[in-house]
């Protein structure tokens, strides 16, 4: 198995992450791992701790301006010039439970490797669902998903967030690397619903397999007008370009309009 993480300035939480995977049970008598992860122009000493604590870990350097996609999309193509039976992405604020790559496996099994399967990820403080599968709620708008809670079996979803995912072989050869196109955010959306177009099925695994806190809206919300502006044509916003291509893949005949819609909520004051 694969394992996919792209880092930035993030050296203790990387070495969490990193610690919570190679404590996973049945690593070497079940498990075997190859950690791939991209240091994309990490200032605080990362790589060097990294190497310290986990010399097996393969580190590939990056500038800098990678940000997730394109970081993981580096990862992924180093990691395909092997055989691997399954590539698990990893998100390096995630902390997984010492079970939870055996959860995947085991889930992924029941579906014949014919399906990707997402773990889902809680708030270690109040125990919220953070990141996960998810689901169009609303036929009116098709670029609008919603996290799906996990129960105790697993449940078909439409896509994922790329904070834990498991993907077979069969699916990666076929689906291939996230796409170029995305920079930071909506690779994962696509590469789900690529998946999906070529007939595969994505799932969520039952319950939780690991805690991860979610920043992203705490953020957003805090900036004025113009803050938001800017932050929202950033690589960690919705950058006009790539959602424009992303909408013109998924919205239907009427992708323009969905394509608007952010912004010109933004402007008229309908987003906090």
Known sequence: MAVLLTVHNRKEKTLEALRSLFNQLGLLSELNFTVFLVDDGSVDGTTPAIQKNFPQ???????????????????????????FSHYLWLNNDSKLFPSAVQHLIKTCTQFEEQAIIVGSLKDPSTDNLTYGGV?????WRPLNFSLVKPEDKPISVETMNG????I?????????????????????????????????SVFIAPEYVGICSREYKQKFVSKSVIGRWNFIRSPLGLPPGEWKIFAQRYAGPFWFIYCLSPYIRLFLGMEK
């Open 163 to 166: 904070n834990c995912v498991l």
């Open 135 to 139: 689901k169009r709620t609303n036929p």
């Open 168 to 200: 077979p072989r069969q699916i990666a050869l076929e689906v291939g690397n996230l796409d170029s196109a995305f920079v930071h955010g909506l690779g994962d959306y696509d590469y789900g619903l690529r998946a999906r177009k070529l007939g595969y």
């Open 57 to 83: 870990v393969n580190i590939i350097p990056g500038d800098g301006t990678l940000y997730w996609n394109q970081g993981m999309r580096l990862a992924f193509s180093f990691a395909s010039k092997n055989s």
